[in-house]
């Protein structure tokens, strides 16, 4: 105790010491763990493994005329008896180089004393993560693996089957924080969700329950293999087994550990139940021997002939080899050679650098940095192929070593493969087996569909559209090529134009409301809601504007009908001005949307449902996508509020001139219609529109069928009648039953029938009196002479004038009705009228002739 105080109170005041040593001897020391009763008592075999790997140094003349030589003592892992074990080994002759240490809580006490005398601990049995810090142990190195060298093997298996969300649980043991907290960094890097981490002391039960709750898929366990059973049990208990699940347990527990202590510990499963929640778990454990029994090491040996040797040498020291009674670390064996190989070999390099300054490694001492820097430096690249595999430093100063992984299949423990840390190099052989025959999930998958329209629907909408545009695209070169004729000419046939441009527009937005996430990308989807806001809305414009301002201007004309007797001259660059204002309208309002406040894809989301594939683990998240903007309710109630007054306005207006009929706008009533058909559609389908937003084959249907059906009829009621003049008379005949707005109302028309009949009737009269005048003056001739002559001659005048005028009348009443007929020179009142005087006249002369003849 006296020597501790001692030794502690020159650590702290820092007071060097030098020794004169050999010059061609480089002296190290060694703590090895042997006759202690308690913690890990390793160098039982380890300085056995030591003392072969010197041999083999000093034979092989690896530090080039120099011989490497250990002086050592036991600690039994107690880490106040390996510190006086260090600090006899440094103020003792001779001076040492390097420390070699073993047990993780003697080389913790060591490591961080060593910096203070400017040496390298090297620890060949030492798996602590907290060993890991390198601001707190700056000058450790080990070739014993960490317990974090799992860490990225796990990682890499993850990767592997695609698990990016797991949960940990832990027991409360120093060394499994500091490996948890490793796995944590870890993950972080490589985009890893840890959903939650559960600990406990010694009772799982509600650190289980809690996974379970989480939802947890993939689960790290860290607990020594007692805890382990009891959370086995408990996972049997609340089924987080099975083909939905994957354990990660620690592979150094004994191969069958689930099936031990079961009674002695308490544990409440069966032995049946505990190999079922066991079933399919995956262990990793660093390997601690080279697996390629053939393979030369740079010793010269492979690693079978090592293992031969050193049971040799156990065997001459009492050890039962052949009973396979090994001592303790006979599995850390390699380790504490390939350190020994480690440390020569750092030397060798260091030695060569000095040379080149001209200065010697013995000339080191506590205080030389310089050397203690060039010792560092070299052990930390240092890499070499050795018994326990290949040898590797991290910048932390751990052993990079290989991972051996296993899955328990039908109760065994199956080898999987090995991975390679420092190459970052996966050997698999493809002999892993999953319950259920897939590989688990590493959650219950949530997979978004994308709502999109039925093929069908569409593919029908978008043939009923090509129809219409066919159909507008004829008619346009109708009307222009019958421009000339008057049924179209006293239409406006610019405004039918325009009326039919706009139906195309409107028509060709049904292509683009069928375009969603099936057939263009979402990086496409907010230009498309901008063009065909654009052309369904410009489309509306021209087609309704053109209808709007022909009966704006029937309205205007009967006005001022009534208020003036003089007909004024129609002004068509007013009817054109009425389409150019909204049309500017509709544009300005569109811009400042595109510019301020412009569309884009909003995505709707609606509550999971279940996939009609039952065994699946997965949720089905529907989504439907939606032309929208920040402020969209504001820009659609403005376009909504525009459109909806311009509807009122020509329903208004439609129904004030429901009864007017003017030549220069022979298609009023049948624009009319047209308009009530728009808006009584439109004044449906918004409704609808917004009750099936979020039915994307309903409300497509709606909008197509809206837009199909006001166009189609606004076509056929404007339309028909025109082609059906056209075709029924080349030559432009005015009167025609399917133009009653040309100037005859129906009516009008069967008066004009009667008339014709009475006419008829006359015609018959005159000719049979005319007849009787002959056969009269046939007889009158015969009975007077010629004295008679004279009379007869008056008379003769008299018929001849009497015919004259009968027939002048009836000419007369052709040519009234006529004219009546082409709306020219008379008015329907003046032609009744006339033709009822003329017929009361004829009756008059044909009676007066009756009573002349009669005398």
Not at 460 to 467: A, E, K, L, R, S
Not at 626 to 654: A, E, I, P, R
Request: with cysteine; charged share 20%; proline share 3%.
């Amino acid at each position: 105790m006296i020597q501790l105080v001692i030794n502690i109170f020159v650590l702290l005041n820092n007071v060097p010491f030098s020794f004169q040593e050999d010059d061609n001897v480089l002296h190290i020391g060694g703590i090895f763990p042997i006759g202690g009763k308690g913690g890990w008592q390793g160098g039982q075999a380890c300085e056995p493994a030591v003392r072969l790997a010197l041999e083999d140094v000093n034979k092989n003349s690896v530090l080039s005329g120099y011989q490497l030589k250990l002086h050592w003592n036991d600690s039994e892992c107690d880490p106040g008896l390996g510190a006086s074990v260090m600090y006899d080994l440094l103020y003792n002759k001779p001076q040492k180089l390097m420390l070699l240490a073993g047990c993780s809580t003697v080389c913790t006490t060591v490591a961080e004393a060593a910096k203070m005398w400017n040496l390298v601990v090297l620890c060949y049995g030492a798996s602590s993560p907290a060993l890991s810090d390198r601001n707190r142990f700056p000058t450790l190195f080990r070739t014993h693996p960490s317990a974090t060298v799992h860490s990225p093997t796990r990682i890499t298996l993850m990767k592997k089957f695609g698990w990016y969300r797991i949960a940990i649980l832990q027991q409360t043991e120093e060394v499994f924080i500091s490996t948890v907290e490793d796995i944590e960094l870890r993950c972080k890097q490589n985009g890893i969700e840890i959903i939650t981490r559960q600990s406990f002391v010694s009772d799982p039960a509600d650190a289980v329950k809690n996974l379970r709750r989480q939802d947890a898929r993939i689960i790290v366990g860290l607990f020594y293999v007692v805890a382990a059973r009891k959370v086995l049990c408990e996972m049997y208990k609340q089924q987080l087994y099975g083909k939905s699940y994957v354990w990660f347990f620690i592979g150094w527990y004994e191969d069958n550990w689930f099936e031990l202590n079961l009674d002695k510990e308490g544990i409440e499963c069966t032995r049946e139940q505990m190999r079922i929640a066991a079933e399919g778990h995956i262990t990793t454990e660093a390997l601690m021997w080279n697996q390629n029994i053939n393979q030369k090491t740079v010793s010269g040996m492979t690693s079978e002939d090592f293992r031969q040797r050193l049971e040799n040498v156990l065997r001459s020291e009492g050890y039962a080899i052949d009973r396979h009674r090994y001592p303790e670390g006979y599995q850390e064996a390699p380790l504490a050679y390939d350190a020994v190989w480690a440390v020569a070999l750092a030397f060798n390099k260091t030695m060569s650098i000095l040379e080149k300054q001209g200065k010697s490694i013995t000339s080191f001492n506590y205080n030389n940095k310089e050397i203690a820097d060039h010792i560092y430096s070299a052990i930390n690249s240092t890499q070499f192929l050795g018994i326990s595999g290949w040898v590797a430093f991290s910048s932390q100063g751990d052993r990079i070593a290989l991972t051996q992984i296993e899955q328990v299949i039908d109760g065994k423990y199956v080898k999987l493969g090995y991975y390679d840390t420092q190459s970052d190099n996966l050997t698999w052989f493809d002999k892993e087996r999953w319950i259920g025959g897939k590989i688990p999930q590493d959650r219950t998958v949530i997979r978004r569909v994308l709502r999109t329209l039925s093929i069908p629907l569409l593919i029908c909408m978008w043939v009923i559209t090509t129809i219409g545009i066919l159909v507008a695209v004829s008619l346009i070169i109708f009307n222009v090529l019958n421009h000339h004729r008057r049924v179209i000419a006293q239409s406006y046939p610019a405004c039918n134009t325009i009326m039919l441009s706009g139906c195309v527009l409107s028509l060709s937005s049904i292509y683009l409301f069928g375009l969603d996430g099936q057939i263009i990308s979402s990086a496409v989807f907010p230009n498309i809601c901008q063009i065909k806001t654009w052309v369904l809305s410009i489309g509306f414009t021209l087609g309704y504007g053109a209808m709007y301002s022909k009966v704006w201007r029937v309205h205007r004309l009967h006005t001022s009908q009534k208020k003036n007797a003089i007909r004024k001259a129609l002004q068509p660059w007013k009817m054109y001005s009425i389409v150019i204002f909204l049309l500017g309208v509709d544009v300005a309002i569109l811009f400042l949307w595109q510019c301020m406040d412009p569309l884009k894809r909003d995505i709707q989301v609606f509550p999971m449902e279940n996939p009609l594939n039952s065994n699946d683990d997965i949720k089905i998240r529907p989504e439907l996508e939606h032309c929208k903007s920040v402020n969209h309710n504001f820009w659609l109630s403005l376009t909504l509020s525009y459109k909806g007054l311009l509807l009122l306005f020509g329903l208004f207006v439609s129904y004030e001139t429901r009864s007017v009929k003017l030549r220069q706008i022979n298609d009023s009533r049948y624009v009319g219609m047209s308009i009530y058909n728009v808006v009584v559609t439109c004044l449906i389908t918004a409704p609808v529109i917004m009750v099936t937003a979020s039915q994307q084959d309903a409300s497509f249907a709606f909008v197509a069928l809206s837009v199909i059906f006001c166009c189609f009829l606004s076509m056929a009621l404007i339309f028909v009648p025109k082609v059906i003049e056209v075709i029924r008379d080349p030559h432009d005949k005015p009167e025609s039953k399917y133009n009653p707005d040309a100037g005859m109302s129906k009516e009008d028309e069967d008066k004009y029938k009667r008339l014709i009949d009475e006419n008829k009737q006359l015609a018959a009269k005159i000719k049979e009196k005319e007849d009787r005048l002959k056969q009269l003056k046939s007889d009158l001739a015969s009975l007077r002479g010629d004295t008679d002559k004279t009379e007869l001659k008056w008379n003769d005048e008299s018929q001849l004038t009497e015919h004259s005028f009968l027939s002048q009348s009836v000419n007369k009443d052709t040519l009234i009705v006529a004219d009546f007929i082409t709306g020219e020179g008379t008015s329907d009142s003046a032609f009744i009228a006339g033709t009822t005087t003329l017929n009361v006249i004829f009756y008059q002369r044909c009676a007066s002739k009756i009573s002349i003849v009669g005398k």
